[in-house]
């Protein structure tokens, strides 16, 4: 597990391999597996494979564009109503391990953060709008992020981990 956690990088440019639909299924159930709070489990996810609605998404802001070229894209979205206090803890661990178990079968991806700020006090809700009516989705639900799904293109960089220093013990 740690050899992928530490391989584990963001990839913006992709083949156009497709994503085989084991590996796909594999992304997803280990998404699907993540720690919930009370099991409530608000995420749901919508698979975007159609490249008229991948190069939608890629317009959600400046930092999406490359969800056009990757052949699939993840939607992370929760049904907060559910989850009132824990929706976005429980929907980012099952994104976080969908990109483990991507980068396990040698998928790159890449997390677009989309959620706007709570009370519209950061810059987010029109992004989150924007994907909500892209994709059909209901006012009801919050849209997390976008993961980009696909072959990577050229070289990968993990970055190494985190100075210890950041680690307390007892106190700080």
Request: glycine fraction near 8%; proline fraction near 8%; charge should be negative.
């Amino acid at each position: 597990m740690l050899d992928a956690i530490s391989r584990r990088c963001s990839v913006r440019s992709y083949t156009d391999a497709p994503v085989a639909e084991e590996d796909l299924r594999q992304v997803l159930e280990a998404a699907l597996s993540a720690p919930t709070a009370n099991n409530v489990r608000p995420w749901h996810i919508v698979v975007v494979t159609d490249a008229a609605k991948r190069a939608k998404l890629a317009q959600a802001h400046q930092w999406a564009r490359f969800c056009a070229q990757s052949p699939v894209v993840l939607v992370f979205c929760a049904d907060a109503g559910h989850q009132p206090h824990w929706w976005i803890e429980d929907t980012c661990a099952a994104l976080e391990n969908a990109l483990i178990q991507a980068t396990d079968l040698g998928l790159g991806t890449c997390w677009i953060g989309i959620r706007g700020g709570e009370g519209g006090r950061e810059p987010g809700p029109e992004r989150e709008e924007f994907v909500r009516e892209a994709l059909d989705i209901p006012a009801t639900i919050r849209v997390l992020g976008l993961v980009s799904l696909g072959h990577p293109a050229g070289e990968l960089t993990p970055k190494p981990p985190g100075p210890m220093d950041a680690v307390h013990r007892e106190s700080w």
